[in-house]
């Protein structure tokens, strides 16, 4: 009961990626082929929300839902990391046709074949674990 609020939450998420068709194979192939707009008018207002949202954490110093301040640490100006992460990332997106968010709301869409692609994820993540102490941070 008391993540109930997170369960509504994350069930509000999954209606908006189905409404917005962002769990759409079919758009992400679009994006991908730089067809249509639509999935880049998605990313766009989720960065432009993301930013906000950051702003107004620092601004008024916003506290998680335990009560701790959310800190924001300065990253690291190298950009090689991040273009291998987003090649992966986006490599991973564009074979499955979906990433994380959209992925889990697939399953729950009834597209059992997205199962595939939540396993791996799983697995993808589990190896990261592993090795994460010999990847450069």
């Known amino acids: ?13 999954g209606i908006l990626m ?3 068709e962002a769990i759409s194979w079919f758009r992400i192939q679009e994006m ?3 067809q249509s707009f639509h999935m ?4 766009g207002t989720a960065v432009i929300l993301g930013v906000a949202g950051v702003a107004l954490i620092k601004k008024f110093n916003i506290r998680d839902y335990q009560g701790n301040p959310i800190l924001f640490n ?4 190298s950009t090689t990391r991040y273009l291998a992460g987003g090649f992966i990332f986006g490599l991973g997106w ?11 709301v697939n399953v729950g869409y009834g597209f059992l074949t997205m199962i595939i692609v939540f ?3 799983l697995v993808g993540t589990y190896l990261y674990g592993v090795i994460k102490n010999q990847l450069p941070h």
């Open 94 to 104: 564009a074979l499955s046709g979906a990433c994380p968010g959209p992925m889990v």
């Open 32 to 34: 991908f082929r730089f």
């Open 1 to 13: 009961m008391k993540f109930i609020k997170f369960l509504l939450l994350g069930s509000l998420f």
């Open 18 to 20: 189905a409404k917005s």
């Open 119 to 121: 396993f791996f994820a």
């Open 74 to 77: 300065p990253k690291d100006k």
């Open 40 to 43: 880049y008018g998605i990313i």
